[in-house]
Nanobody, 123 residues
């Protein structure tokens, strides 16, 4: 089992940057594939990015390609989401999730979820 805690959200102007962190507990965190999702008010949860536990090429949602980067540091049990060129439509609660079933853009593939961190982008 793994517990996830997101941090780094906040208020930023359009065009700005933020880095979100997803800190995982437990010695096995490094063996979990991690995904980032987001949910805006009144909208369904949307896939943002995912990365395998062993590295390899990450995958990204179409709306964030070229602007967001997912990375991980297994030495400190943390996965990061670097967000640049932020837009008002990026405003949402951002969640990280963990799975041993392989990284996926499908939220149903993830067993563990954090509580989320709010990102607000002003125009």
């Amino acid at each position: 089992q793994v517990q996830l805690v997101e941090s780094g959200g906040g208020l930023v102007q359009a065009g700005g940057s933020l880095r979100l962190s997803c800190a995982g507990s437990g010695r096995t965190f490094s063996t979990y594939d991690i995904g980032w999702f987001r949910q805006a008010p009144g909208k369904e949860r949307e896939f943002v990015a995912a990365r395998n536990y062993w590295g390899g090429s990450p995958i990204y949602g179409d709306s964030v390609k070229g602007r967001f980067t997912i990375s991980r540091d297994n030495a400190v049990n943390t996965v990061y989401l670097q967000m640049t060129s932020l837009k008002p439509e990026d405003t949402a609660v951002y969640y990280c999730a963990a799975t041993r079933g392989g990284m996926s853009s499908n939220q149903s593939g993830y067993e563990y979820w954090g509580q989320g961190t709010q990102v607000t982008v002003s125009s």
